[in-house]
């Protein structure tokens, strides 16, 4: 067993020799003491372009329109100023943003059109209405990822990022045309 050398696990641990059988190995029993962690189930989120997320930045914008940032000439009116603006974030997020349950089956890219398109099939159970939420999800998620895709490009600026999510492909090999062991490159060669 290997431990971190000045780890607190090398302090309450035995040795039991008399557990020993035939080999020269004897068991090591290791306390280790777990902590008391709390895990959060929960969360506030805003759904991405949802009403609640229009109205949380139509709110800020006006409340920001409203604050008078004309005087701020030390720093104890800066730190006032910077307060406002949390303030105002505060409230809006308090007002708009909804308690969501975080468990293993969350999907980030469930919208309120995939809830209401399911809730029409549930109450018609119709082949109709399925079809409809089964095309209404491959969009979301289309939308959803391909905007994913593009904020991994925009944030790293390099599509070698985007490699984790496809197989690597070889690349075919090419072979130049040669006449008379000259390489035919422009059509004027051919």
Same mark, same amino acid.
């Given at each position: 067993?290997f431990?971190?050398?000045?780890?607190? @696990?090398?302090?309450?641990?035995?040795?039991?020799?008399e557990?020993?059988?035939s080999?020269?190995?004897?068991?090591?029993?290791?306390?280790?003491?777990?902590?008391? $962690?709390?895990?959060?189930?929960?969360?506030?989120?805003?759904?991405?372009?949802?009403?609640q @997320?229009?109205?949380?930045?139509? $709110?800020?914008? =006006?409340?920001?329109?409203s604050?008078?940032?004309?005087?701020?000439?030390?720093?104890?009116? +800066?730190e006032q100023?910077?307060?406002?603006?949390?303030?105002?974030?505060?409230?809006?997020?308090?007002?708009?943003?909804k308690?969501? /349950?975080?468990? /293993?089956?969350?999907k980030?890219?469930w919208?309120? @059109?995939?809830?209401?398109?399911?809730?029409?099939?549930?109450? =018609?159970?119709?082949?109709?209405?399925? /079809? /409809?939420?089964?095309t209404?999800?491959?969009?979301?998620?289309?939308?959803?990822?391909?905007?994913?895709?593009q904020?991994?490009?925009?944030?790293?600026?390099?599509?070698?990022? +985007?490699?984790?999510?496809?197989?690597?492909?070889?690349?075919?090999?090419?072979?130049?045309?040669n006449?008379d062991?000259?390489?035919? +490159?422009?059509?004027?060669s051919?």
């Open positions: 067993m431990l971190c050398y000045g780890s607190l @696990e090398l302090d309450h641990h035995s040795i039991l020799l557990s020993r059988l080999s020269d190995h004897a068991p090591l029993v290791i306390d280790i003491t777990i902590s008391k $962690e709390i895990i959060q189930t929960s969360k506030f989120t805003l759904a991405p372009k949802s009403e @997320e229009t109205t949380f930045i139509q $709110e800020i914008i =006006s409340n920001l329109k604050l008078d940032m004309s005087n701020i000439d030390n720093t104890n009116k +800066l100023a910077v307060h406002q603006v949390g303030t105002i974030i505060n409230q809006a997020w308090a007002k708009n943003a308690k969501v /349950k975080i468990s /293993k089956l969350s980030q890219w919208s309120d @059109e995939c809830k209401q398109s399911l809730k029409n099939y549930r109450v =018609s159970r119709s082949l109709k209405n399925w /079809k /409809k939420f089964k209404t999800v491959k969009n979301i998620k289309r939308s959803y990822f391909d905007d994913k895709i904020e991994i490009l925009n944030k790293s600026r390099g599509p070698w990022e +985007l490699m984790n999510w496809t197989k690597q492909r070889k690349l075919p090999a090419i072979k130049a045309i006449h062991s000259q390489l035919c +490159l422009t059509l004027d051919l």
